[in-house]
C-alpha cells in the first residue's frame, strides 16, 4: 500500500475553498485514491474517490495529475460543519487484499466563523 | 440512506472482563470490518470478515478477540480479557466489494470502550 504524506493541520475561514493536497510517490498502476472525513467521536466517512484527472460530487472535487504522484482535495465554501480530520488513502491495488484500509494521521481541518 | 450501527455507544468495564461489542452492518453487504482508534491516534484496522471467516488480521487481533456472525444480521467483536491499553473507541464498518480497489467501507458511529 502506498505510503502518503498531507498537511497535519490547516485553518480555513468560512466560505473560502479549501485545497488539500496529498502526495503518494509510490503509487501503484492500479491504486486509487480515496478521501475519507471523521468528525470528532465519529466513524470515518467516504468523500470521493478516483483514479487520473478529475472527479466531483455534490460534497468535493478530487484532482489528480497525469503522474498521479499527488491528489487535492477540493472542498468549495467550507462552513463550521466542515471541521473535520480528512484522510488520504491510496490503495486497492492488488484485488483481495481482505479490503483493510489504511489511515495515516490526516489532516485536521479547522474552519472559523 | 441505510447505515452501520453500533451499541452499545459506551461501555465501561473492568480490566480481566469480556466485552462484546455489536454491530449491524448494512443489510446487502458482505464484507465486515472492525477497526480502533485509541484517544488522539489514528484508526486502526483490527480484522475483516468474509464469507464466515477472517480475510485478515493485523497484529492487534490476537487471541484475546475474537469475531462472529451469529446470525444473518449481527456482527460482533469479543475481546476476552480487557487491558486498560483496550480502551478506545471501536468501529465496524461494511462494504460490498472487499478488496476491489472501487469498494468503498461504510462506518458506523462506533463504541467507546473504557477499561478500569
Known amino acids: 500500500l502506498a505510503k502518503t504524506t498531507q498537511p497535519i493541520s490547516m485553518d480555513s475561514y468560512e466560505g473560502q475553498e479549501v485545497n488539500i493536497t496529498c502526495s503518494h510517490n509510490n503509487i501503484a498502476t492500479n491504486d486509487y485514491i480515496t478521501w475519507y472525513q471523521q468528525f470528532p467521536s465519529q466513524g470515518p466517512r467516504f468523500i470521493i474517490q478516483g483514479y487520473k484527472t478529475k472527479v466531483t460530487n455534490e460534497v468535493a472535487s478530487l484532482f489528480i495529475p497525469a503522474d498521479r504522484k499527488s491528489s487535492t482535495l477540493s472542498l468549495p465554501r467550507v462552513s463550521l460543519s466542515d471541521t473535520a480530520v480528512y484522510y488520504c488513502?491510496?490503495?486497492?491495488?492488488?484485488?483481495?487484499?481482505?479490503?483493510?484500509?489504511?489511515f495515516g494521521q490526516g489532516t485536521e481541518l479547522s474552519v472559523k466563523p | 440512506e441505510p447505515e452501520v450501527t453500533q451499541t452499545p455507544s459506551h461501555q465501561v468495564t473492568q480490566m480481566g472482563q469480556e466485552v462484546i461489542l455489536r454491530c449491524v452492518p448494512i443489510s446487502n453487504h458482505l464484507y465486515f470490518y472492525w477497526y480502533r482508534q485509541i484517544l488522539g491516534q489514528k484508526v486502526e484496522f483490527l480484522v475483516s470478515?468474509?464469507?464466515?471467516?477472517?480475510?485478515?488480521k493485523s497484529e492487534i487481533f490476537d487471541d484475546q478477540f475474537s469475531v462472529e456472525r451469529p446470525d444473518g444480521s449481527n456482527f460482533t467483536l469479543k475481546i476476552r480479557s480487557t487491558k486498560l491499553e483496550d480502551s478506545a473507541m471501536y468501529f465496524c464498518?461494511?462494504?460490498?466489494?472487499?478488496?476491489?480497489?472501487?469498494?468503498?467501507?461504510?462506518f458506523g458511529p462506533g463504541t467507546r470502550l473504557t477499561v478500569l
Open positions: 470478515f468474509y464469507n464466515n471467516e477472517i480475510s485478515e
Open positions: 464498518a461494511s462494504s460490498t466489494l472487499g478488496g476491489d480497489p472501487t469498494d468503498t467501507q461504510y
Open positions: 488513502l491510496v490503495g486497492g491495488g492488488v484485488y483481495n487484499q481482505g479490503g483493510k484500509l489504511i
